[in-house]
């Protein structure tokens, strides 16, 4: 099963614009990470967020984190067409999980040109 | 330092035949994952390791399926029949420490049932 839903599924923007998209899962977790896949590179880490912070930068990543909505939001600001790829979240239950690493749907992030 | 290792890259069998995967994680790497990924979904968990022991099975078709990792270091996931069903990016990652850390990802074996 999912732990997580991104929103949208789909997102395409043109170069230079910021792109957000979201997650909303449903257990307690430990922290939340966004993951980054294309045909190229594979599934890569992009950012790890742990329950008890709010927001995280990393270059040009902004995620946030609301552990009472059970959402995070990833936010790319500048967009390339390097950035062109899926994304997904994916969590580390909390207690009594098992610690388990569960991914979401995703969103497939188009930037053009 | 190295990455995760998979192989096979892609395999084509027939329904009903048997396959196997293998990994080799990061050196030092405790926890070990297998994921299915089915074109268009997200990646979901097979069995999850730390160390040789399993931490985490529940979505795995123990019918079919089979993993194990010995010595606690590289893993091997079989299935045996292969169903059309199964036809999917077999994906394995590795983490320094369970629950914490972030996973670091072979590039997967593309499996196709015909």
């Known amino acids: 099963s999912q732990q997580g839903e991104e929103d949208p599924q789909a997102l395409s923007i043109q170069e230079g614009e910021n792109a957000t998209m979201n997650c909303s899962y449903k257990?307690?977790?430990?922290?939340l990470q966004w993951y980054r896949q294309n045909s190229g590179r594979g599934l890569v880490h992009l950012i790890l967020?742990?329950?008890?912070?709010r927001e995280k930068h990393s270059g040009r990543l902004r995620v946030t984190l609301d552990t009472s909505k059970k959402s995070s939001s990833l936010l790319i600001t500048a967009s390339r067409a390097a950035d062109t790829a899926s994304y997904f979240c994916?969590?580390?239950?909390?207690?009594?999980?098992?610690?388990?690493?569960?991914f979401g749907t995703g969103t497939r992030l188009q930037v053009t040109l | 330092e190295a990455g995760v290792a998979q192989s096979p890259r892609y395999k084509i069998i027939e329904k009903r035949q048997s396959v196997a995967f293998w990994c080799n994680p990061i050196?030092?790497?405790?926890?070990l994952y297998w994921y299915q990924q089915i074109l268009g979904q997200g990646p979901k968990l097979l069995i999850q390791?730390?160390?040789?022991?399993?931490?985490?099975d529940s979505q795995l078709p123990k019918d079919r399926f089979s993993a194990e990792r010995l010595k606690g270091v590289d893993s091997t996931l079989k299935i045996q029949p292969a169903k059309l069903e199964d036809s999917a990016v077999y994906l394995c990652?590795?983490?320094?420490?369970?629950?914490?850390?972030?996973?670091?990802f072979g590039q997967g074996t593309r499996l196709t049932v015909v």
């Open positions: 257990t307690s977790i430990n922290n």
């Open positions: 967020i742990r329950s008890n912070e």
């Open positions: 390791f730390q160390n040789n022991g399993v931490v985490d």
């Open positions: 994916a969590t580390i239950g909390g207690p009594g999980t098992a610690s388990k690493l569960t």
């Open positions: 990652a590795s983490s320094l420490v369970l629950g914490v850390a972030e996973a670091f």
């Open positions: 050196s030092g790497h405790a926890t």
